[in-house]
């Protein structure tokens, strides 16, 4: 068996092959990071459970600078428990944590999509539509991870839009968190991610209809806080995520 795998490891999801054997240059932190937060949302590592930079080097096929410097962003987003002399941890949020994650967002998203309206400009949109149908691809394919994580780079970038620095970065801590409590709080069903709900969200900016923009946004807000915030787990059926 294989580092990614683990006892919730599903047939349907995929990791990419070390970066090494499909590009001729060194790959780079921003070409890691996915692949390892995938396999993390994918459940191939199980949050009880830890795994080693050894693991990680010999499957990926990096060096150990590279390694060191995913998982420190990974630690920063709070997705990883480091502690010296102990191998990595991934972090379980429980209930209230996510509830205030999820109060923080909302509160957070709608002054950014506010922003975002007053003069977006094509190229941004564009780079949302692009992510929508990376999305859109990783559901037909049922590749669970990259999809929730997607789904969250359309929030992040949506920030990036509103022009606020402070607004983005602090959205940048809680996007990742909400991907980690959604593959661990709903991790038998089968998701469809929000990328029908996105695609309305960039025509709302692109008309500049901020009114519709922030309804969007709080619909898909109740979506997460109807996963993440019942009592007993979600039961298998389908819902929007991201």
Not at 225 to 230: C, F, P, T, Y
């Amino acid at each position: 068996m294989n580092s990614f795998a683990s006892a919730q490891h599903t047939p349907n999801t995929s990791v990419a092959l070390p970066f090494s054997r499909t590009c001729h240059r060194p790959p780079s932190v921003d070409d890691i990071y996915p692949q390892i937060f995938d396999a993390i949302l994918d459940q191939r590592f199980a949050p009880t459970r830890r795994f080693s930079e050894e693991r990680l080097i010999e499957r990926l096929g990096i060096s150990r600078s590279v390694v060191r410097q995913v998982l420190a962003r990974l630690s920063h987003q709070q997705i990883l428990i480091l502690r010296p002399n102990h191998q990595p941890q991934i972090a379980v949020p429980d209930l209230e944590h996510s509830r205030q994650i999820l109060h923080a967002r909302r509160l957070t998203e709608t002054t950014l999509v506010r922003l975002a309206c007053q003069q977006p400009r094509p190229e941004e949109l564009k780079r949302l539509r692009g992510l929508i149908e990376r999305q859109r691809q990783c559901v037909e394919r049922n590749q669970r991870g990259p999809s929730i994580r997607l789904s969250g780079e359309f929030h992040l970038q949506l920030a990036e839009m509103a022009g606020n620095a402070p607004l983005a970065h602090f959205l940048g801590s809680l996007v990742p968190l909400t991907s980690l409590a959604l593959a661990q709080r709903d991790a038998q069903a089968r998701f469809y991610c929000a990328w029908q709900q996105q695609a309305a969200m960039v025509d709302a900016l692109e008309r500049q209809d901020a009114a519709m923009a922030v309804t969007l946004i709080s619909r898909h807000l109740d979506h997460l806080a109807e996963i993440l915030l019942s009592p007993e787990p979600v039961a298998a059926r389908n819902r929007i995520v991201g």
